[in-house]
């Protein structure tokens, strides 16, 4: 088995290609997972090593702790394994700091990004702010209409950055055909691919440029760990990768076992997550308290049919909307939940529950979306782990018994 390379001669499965991406004897030596090198001093025979080591630059070649060191490029090279399409996978701190670093790879000043609106905050916020500051300007676009998106692309926008399913309000964009327009005009196509991950959605196939991943979701897994990711083919690789070394982008190896360790078992848990997502959306769909569930998995639901057409597995995550209540009687809701914790982050073997707003953070479109009541528009987004679902279903009961019983001691 070459560098997280599988055996070509005929097609693995899942669980197989999970078992073994990355596994490279160079890296684990007689022992199955790579040990923890903690390094930061690579120290060389003599002078004349010392000096033979500037010149190369690439991965698997132990230089200084900046660039790595063999636990932190099993990591990389198991996720590029995993990517259909990726020369190479950057490591980097979070996934705030894999959307920073790509789109710092990519764009200069003068240049338009484009944005879809459902984008997750941060991403939102680094645009509108801090590449603002360098001279980069964003367009916020409709991620439902191509016909918009092409309108959108002037000679100045250099690359998109897509999300789909959206960050809450869980929008599943035709991502073939945005990315075939954005070819066409010379644009580099960015995802954000957290909530599918390559497994559900092979990203770089599906015609994006960069898949980007926050490891701190499902990768991970166990809500202990921060990390991003940013796969992509050759010569973006390679931009990525000097702009991370530019930026000073660097992993633990502590981190990256924690990962990688994970991702052993992340088809398992995306597997029974996404099982139990569609079990509880089922549920919320025939209950009168709610007026939309945002769950692509779920038969009838926004974007189910492109879920069905594009995507090869799903997650736990999604979001439903409150029938007409008032935003208090959504955290009386929330506050009775035993199972569900409250917090942000996904992804984790634990169920979350967290309430949203998206009306501020969109330019583009309508929150409630047209065509909805005025009144629905406080949502929960769960993040479903690896409880029983029975359970889960249980205590979002008890929630709304609660809801009801805050609604009739008001009256
Ligand atoms: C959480 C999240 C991120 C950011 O990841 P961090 O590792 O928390 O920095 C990026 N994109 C999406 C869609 C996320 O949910």
């Known amino acids: 088995m070459g560098k997280g390379k599988f055996p070509t001669d005929h097609p693995l499965g899942q669980?197989?290609?999970?078992?073994?991406?990355?596994?490279?004897?160079?890296?684990?030596g007689a022992v199955v997972n790579p040990p923890v090198w903690r390094a930061s001093t690579h120290l060389y025979a003599d002078t004349a090593a010392l000096k033979d080591g500037t010149r190369h630059n690439?991965?698997?070649?132990?230089?200084?702790?900046?660039?790595?060191?063999?636990?932190?490029?099993?990591?990389?090279?198991?996720?590029?394994?995993?990517?259909?399409?990726?020369?190479?996978t950057v490591l980097y701190p979070s996934g705030v700091a894999a959307i920073a670093g790509a789109l710092m790879a990519v764009l200069s000043p003068g240049d338009v990004l484009l944005v879809t609106d459902n984008a997750y905050e941060p991403t939102r916020n680094m645009?509108?702010?801090l590449l603002k500051r360098?001279?980069?300007?964003?367009?916020?676009?409709?991620?439902?209409?191509?016909?918009?998106?092409?309108?959108?692309?002037?000679?100045?926008?250099k690359a998109v950055l897509l999300e789909s399913p959206g960050s809450l309000t869980m929008e599943v964009q035709d991502i073939p055909a945005l990315t075939a327009i954005a070819r066409q005009h010379g644009v580099i196509s960015i995802i954000d691919n957290t909530w599918a991950t390559p497994l559900g959605f092979p990203a770089l196939e599906r015609g994006c440029d960069i898949a980007i991943m926050s490891l701190t979701k499902h990768v991970g897994g166990h809500s202990d760990l921060m990390m991003g990711s940013a796969a992509a083919r050759?010569?973006?690789?390679?931009?990525?990768?000097?702009?991370?070394?530019a930026l000073g982008h660097v992993v633990s190896p502590d981190d990256a076992s924690l990962a990688l360790r994970s991702l052993r078992t992340m088809g398992l848990r995306l597997d029974r997550s996404t099982h139990s997502a569609l079990a509880i959306a089922s549920w919320l769909k025939g209950r009168a308290e709610v007026a939309h569930v945002l769950c692509p998995l779920l038969p009838g639901a926004p974007g189910h049919e492109l879920w069905t057409r594009d995507f090869t597995g799903g997650c736990g995550l999604f979001s439903f909307v409150i029938k007409g209540r008032s935003a208090a009687a959504r955290s009386q809701l929330i506050d009775a939940l035993q199972l569900f914790g409250?917090?942000?982050s996904w992804g984790g073997y634990e169920s979350l529950a967290i309430p949203f707003d998206p009306a501020g953070n969109r330019s583009?479109?309508?929150?409630?979306?047209?065509?909805?009541?005025?009144?629905?528009?406080y949502g929960i987004r769960l993040s479903i782990g690896l409880e029983d679902p029975a359970d889960l279903i249980c205590d979002l009961a008890t929630g709304f018994a609660a809801m009801e019983q805050a609604d009739m001691e008001q009256e």
């Open 127 to 129: 645009a509108t702010g």
């Open 364 to 377: 583009a479109t309508p929150w409630p979306p047209s065509g909805w009541d005025t009144g629905d528009r």
């Open 134 to 157: 360098f001279g980069v300007q964003t367009r916020f676009v409709d991620p439902l209409d191509g016909a918009a998106f092409e309108a959108s692309i002037c000679s100045a926008t």
């Open 342 to 344: 409250i917090g942000y």
């Open 15 to 28: 669980g197989t290609r999970l078992a073994i991406a990355g596994r490279d004897p160079e890296y684990t």
């Open 58 to 88: 690439e991965d698997g070649r132990f230089f200084y702790g900046r660039r790595g060191a063999p636990t932190q490029w099993a990591l990389s090279d198991a996720l590029t394994a995993l990517e259909p399409g990726a020369e190479g």
């Open 234 to 245: 050759g010569d973006l690789y390679r931009t990525l990768r000097q702009t991370a070394q």
